[in-house]
C-alpha cells in the first residue's frame, strides 16, 4: 500500500508555472506507475500524464503536451508535473495516483483513472486571465 500527498499548488497568471510535487510512503516506490489527473468543477476527472516505473518513459493527454513535463525521483519516493505556459483552462484539482496493474509499455489503459488504485488528496491549481 502507499499513500500519497501533493503539494505545490496555488493561484497563477495566464503563462506562468507551478511546479506540483507528490510524495510517497511506502518502500516499493518503483513498483508504481505513477499518473496525474485533474478535475475542473463540474467536469469528470481527465488524465494529464503518467510516467514509467523507473522514469524511462513519459505520457501525456494532448491538452498538456509541449507544456507540462513529468518526472520522478525514486531516492526521494516523488513524482513532479511541472506546469509552463498555464492557461485558464489548466484550472482544477491536480490529483497524484498509483497502480501496480499497469505493465511496462504504454497502453489504452494508462489513462483511465479505474486502472490506478491509490490517490492523493488533490492540489488546487487556479490560473487566472
Known amino acids: 500500500q502507499v499513500q500519497l500527498v501533493e503539494s505545490g499548488g496555488g493561484l497563477v497568471q495566464a503563462g506562468g508555472s507551478l511546479r506540483l510535487s507528490c510524495a510517497a510512503s511506502?518502500?516499493?516506490?518503483?513498483?508504481?506507475?505513477m499518473g496525474w489527473f485533474r478535475q475542473a468543477p463540474g467536469k469528470e476527472r481527465d488524465f494529464v500524464a503518467a510516467?514509467?516505473?523507473?522514469?524511462?518513459?513519459?505520457y501525456y493527454s494532448n491538452s498538456v503536451k509541449g507544456r507540462f513535463t513529468m518526472s520522478r525521483d525514486n531516492t526521494k519516493n516523488t513524482v513532479y508535473l511541472q506546469m509552463n505556459s498555464l492557461k485558464p483552462e489548466d484550472t482544477a484539482v491536480y490529483y497524484c495516483?498509483?497502480?501496480?496493474?499497469?505493465?511496462?509499455?504504454?497502453?489504452?489503459?494508462?489513462?483511465?483513472?479505474?486502472?490506478?488504485?491509490?490517490w492523493g488528496q488533490g492540489t488546487q491549481v487556479t490560473v487566472s486571465s
Open positions: 510516467i514509467t516505473r523507473y522514469g524511462g518513459s513519459t
Open positions: 495516483a498509483a497502480t501496480m496493474k499497469l505493465g511496462s509499455v504504454y497502453d489504452s489503459n494508462w489513462p483511465r483513472d479505474y486502472v490506478y488504485d491509490y
Open positions: 511506502g518502500r516499493t516506490f518503483t513498483s508504481y506507475v
